[in-house]
């Protein structure tokens, strides 16, 4: 009886009952670097063409490449000390202490702003198992570490999108759109309309801005254009520029302590007037650009051609059965 078969789907090794975009919260990885950057944008720490040294010995960056001078540098490269000292700024105000109370403080206000992305709360769809996942607090790490027993030095994994921090999949999707938006996000829903008119809800329509100006939103942009279309980008994968199709996105790789690592890839399309925004995440299966990029880039494809063009199915084959697409 249906009974049966209930128990049967939860005891499937493969929990098919299990949601995971809702319900399966991950650090973000790279594609947090984003919210970083726009948050220490509206503390007045940073702008578009501030340059950091890519300094090693704070932290380690995944990609030999040229001085990040600017952010556009920065986010094609994703170099992790940029973004490290980014989030100095953002939580030490520019000061170059290690004090506790000033990493408290400034963590604080941090964890405030990223919120307004959506994260750390539910989004509010239409199923009651979505997860809030976690940005973590001040209090959070007195609890973790004692009071007065952290500081900067012990929070910079967030710099990157790594350490206490976990993020759902529509929340990650939902921060691509928020970006595509300049600035706000519609809370996801399944139902388009309700009634006769097919209209949307009222509160369907309703923007959700985030503490950071809609000023600053359009810097995040060309940088990821050159992720997936500039020279030597990490998403190149993705890339649909022979249709006309420019793709802002972002990829990355996300430490996982009990196996490979996963990856990750967020995008939206097209840049300028964008139509679709994408978070794509393939448990174990390495760096970013890899799988879930091209995955990303055949959904983006579809969503707005309709289809995948005949020359794009070796993508589809690589993505859904591992054969190598025999050129690039």
Same mark, same amino acid.
């Given at each position: 009886?249906?009974?049966?078969?209930?128990?049967?789907?939860?005891?499937?090794?493969?929990?098919?009952?299990?949601?995971?975009?809702?319900?399966?919260?991950?650090?973000?990885?790279?594609?947090?670097?984003? #919210?970083?950057?726009?948050?220490?944008?509206?503390?007045?720490?940073?702008?578009?063409?501030?340059?950091?040294?890519?300094?090693?010995?704070?932290?380690?960056?995944?990609?030999?490449?040229?001085?990040?001078?600017? !952010?556009?540098?920065?986010?094609?490269?994703?170099?992790?000390?940029?973004?490290?000292?980014?989030?100095?700024?953002?939580?030490?105000?520019?000061?170059?202490?290690?004090?506790?109370?000033?990493?408290?403080?400034?963590?604080?206000?941090?964890?405030?702003?990223?919120? &307004?992305?959506? !994260?750390?709360?539910?989004?509010?769809?239409?199923?009651?198992?979505?997860?809030?996942?976690?940005?973590?607090?001040?209090?959070?790490?007195? @609890?973790?570490?004692?009071?007065?027993?952290?500081?900067?030095?012990?929070?910079? /994994?967030?710099?990157?999108?790594?350490?206490?921090?976990?993020? &759902?999949?529509?929340?990650?999707?939902?921060?691509?759109?928020?970006?595509?938006?300049?600035?706000?996000?519609?809370?996801?829903?399944?139902?388009?309309?309700?009634?006769?008119?097919?209209?949307?809800?009222?509160?369907?329509?309703?923007?959700?801005?985030?503490?950071?100006?809609?000023?600053?939103?359009?810097?995040?942009?060309?940088?990821?254009?050159?992720?997936?279309?500039?020279?030597?980008? &990490?998403? /190149?994968?993705?890339?649909?520029?022979?249709?006309?199709? /420019?793709?802002?996105?972002?990829?990355?790789? #996300?430490?996982?302590?009990?196996?490979?690592?996963?990856?990750? %890839?967020?995008? %939206?399309?097209?840049?300028?007037?964008? @139509?679709?925004?994408?978070?794509? %995440?393939?448990?174990?299966?390495?760096?970013?650009?890899?799988?879930?990029?091209?995955?990303?880039?055949?959904?983006?494809?579809?969503?707005?051609?309709?289809?995948?063009?005949?020359?794009?199915?070796?993508?589809?084959?690589?993505?859904?059965?591992?054969?190598?697409?025999?050129?690039?």
């Amino acid at each position: 009886g249906m009974g049966n078969r209930y128990m049967d789907l939860l005891r499937n090794p493969d929990r098919p009952l299990f949601d995971r975009p809702l319900m399966a919260t991950y650090p973000p990885g790279s594609v947090f670097k984003m #919210v970083n950057e726009l948050v220490a944008m509206q503390l007045g720490v940073v702008n578009a063409s501030t340059g950091f040294p890519c300094d090693q010995h704070l932290i380690r960056c995944t990609h030999n490449h040229e001085y990040p001078s600017n !952010l556009n540098i920065a986010i094609k490269n994703s170099c992790n000390p940029y973004f490290y000292q980014v989030m100095r700024a953002a939580v030490l105000r520019g000061q170059s202490s290690n004090k506790f109370e000033d990493a408290r403080l400034g963590l604080g206000q941090w964890q405030k702003m990223v919120k &307004t992305f959506g !994260l750390g709360e539910r989004l509010g769809v239409d199923m009651g198992h979505e997860k809030r996942g976690l940005i973590p607090s001040p209090e959070f790490y007195d @609890k973790l570490r004692g009071y007065h027993h952290w500081n900067y030095k012990t929070v910079y /994994s967030l710099s990157i999108g790594q350490g206490e921090i976990g993020i &759902t999949g529509l929340q990650m999707a939902n921060v691509l759109a928020t970006i595509a938006n300049r600035g706000y996000y519609y809370a996801p829903h399944f139902v388009r309309g309700i009634g006769a008119s097919g209209q949307p809800m009222p509160e369907y329509r309703q923007r959700h801005y985030t503490a950071v100006d809609t000023t600053y939103f359009k810097y995040m942009v060309p940088g990821m254009q050159q992720v997936v279309d500039g020279r030597g980008g &990490t998403g /190149s994968f993705a890339s649909l520029a022979q249709y006309g199709i /420019s793709v802002a996105g972002k990829t990355g790789t #996300v430490q996982n302590s009990h196996g490979p690592d996963h990856s990750t %890839f967020g995008a %939206f399309a097209p840049a300028e007037n964008p @139509k679709i925004a994408i978070s794509v %995440f393939i448990e174990n299966a390495g760096f970013g650009g890899t799988f879930a990029a091209p995955a990303a880039g055949l959904m983006i494809e579809r969503y707005l051609r309709g289809k995948v063009a005949p020359g794009r199915q070796r993508w589809e084959n690589w993505v859904m059965y591992g054969t190598a697409p025999s050129h690039h």
